[in-house]
């Protein structure tokens, strides 16, 4: 793929996301639907309801997508001196989409009704990924395996994981999607040295989609991702690093290493939730462990710096990742620069956290 077809990509993304995006806030809007309330006595970084409609209008301009194919070369053991062969899968990009539709609407569920049952949400999750999974993971002529099984148990459970920890960071403007984008710019500059085509060509549309949200969400707050936006950036992600690790042998710790952010907010929010078990049952603890609380490193951020720590939060991250991209085939440096980033993570959470205020009540 040229340099040319992915700039075609990124304004088709961004033509794509301003008109659903424009249409998502305006109906929002004006039917009063989908909107997160700004009730009196919390505290809240919005004074007026606002539209929590992001997610449906990222996943609305995501629907090109259903005309990729997904293209994965392999050696075939069958084949005369082991000429490398190429496994065409016609139908992957209406299968992502088919998934992203089905973790988006958990999150759909969640913004309508905030009181639902955290098992349902968990279940759609599951059903989803499943899906993803099964249609990604059998595209060549693997031999059933017991590796094979655990292979594919772990991935799962890491989009599950990847999944949610977007919707833990979520919680002032532009936090999670000026991570997504450093992700994104990550994850599309590593496809295209390897020739992912598929995994270019989603990164590059949803790299315009989520600039045109920007316009939206920072610094005013004029539409919030929402419940839906935030666990489909995680479950796209996530799944097209699944695809590359399966497939195309990029490095699961560069994987692992473009989540350490949002996995280590996941982390802060269990160890929190697991210190108050003794004042709650362990079912209410442990159904809660994934959501957003106030004892978050962007929320204390705020505190200090308001809509400019998403900025700062984003900028620290970018250079972390900048150097994860730039050593993406080394696993010790990568290793060694993740460590360093958890220990940067402890050393500002320490520093800047406050009991005084509260995001969330």
């Known amino acids: 793929m040229s340099n040319t077809l992915v700039y075609y990509f990124i304004v088709l993304g961004s033509l794509c996301g301003l008109l659903a995006l424009s249409v998502c806030y305006v109906l929002s809007k004006t039917m ?13 970084i919005h004074t007026t309801d606002t539209p929590r409609c992001g997610g449906i209008g990222i996943f609305i301009s995501l629907i090109v997508v259903i005309i990729a194919g997904l293209e994965i070369p392999y050696v075939s053991v069958d084949s005369v001196r082991n000429t490398p062969q190429v496994a065409i899968d016609t139908l992957a990009g209406l299968h992502f989409y088919l998934a992203c539709f089905i973790v988006c609407a958990s999150g759909i569920l969640r913004d309508n009704n905030h009181d639902i049952s955290i098992i349902l949400i968990v279940l759609i999750q599951i059903v989803g990924i499943c899906y993803c999974i099964v249609s990604f993971n059998f595209l060549l002529p693997y031999t059933f395996s017991f590796s094979l099984i655990i292979n594919t148990l772990c991935g799962a459970i890491c989009i599950f994981f990847a999944t949610n920890s977007m919707n833990i960071i979520d919680g002032i403007h532009g936090n999670t999607a000026f991570i997504s984008l450093v992700i994104i710019a990550s994850l599309t500059y590593i496809a295209y040295c390897l020739h992912i085509n598929f995994i270019v060509f989603v990164c590059s549309i949803l790299l315009g989609i989520m600039l ?6 920072f610094p005013y707050g004029k539409m919030f991702l929402g419940d839906s936006g935030a666990f489909l950036l995680g479950f796209i992600l996530s799944t097209l690093l699944f695809i590359g690790v399966k497939y195309y042998n990029i490095s699961v710790l560069y994987a692992i290493g473009l989540f350490v952010y949002p996995l280590c907010e996941m982390v802060a929010s269990i160890l929190v939730r697991l210190k108050y078990i003794q004042f709650y049952s362990f079912n209410e603890v442990f159904l809660h462990l994934c959501e957003p609380s106030n004892y978050h490193l962007h929320f204390f951020l705020y505190i200090r710096f308001k809509h400019y ?9 970018a250079i ?8 993406y085939t080394n696993d010790v440096i990568l290793f060694i620069i993740s460590v360093g980033f958890c220990m940067l993570y402890v050393i500002l959470f320490f520093t800047f956290r406050t009991k005084q205020q509260y995001l969330y009540k």
């Not at 045109?212 to 969400?217: D, E, G, K, R, S």
């Not at 720590?309 to 991250?317: D, E, K, P, R």
């Not at 972390?320 to 050593?327: A, E, G, N, P």
Request: charged share 10%; hydrophobic share 60%; glycine share 6%.
């Open 32 to 44: 009063a639907i989908m909107q997160d309330k700004a009730y009196l006595g919390t505290f809240k």
């Open 212 to 217: 045109i949200f920007l316009c939206f969400n």
């Open 309 to 317: 720590a998403s900025v700062l939060l984003s900028g620290i991250y």
């Open 320 to 327: 972390f990742i900048f150097f994860l991209t730039l050593y």
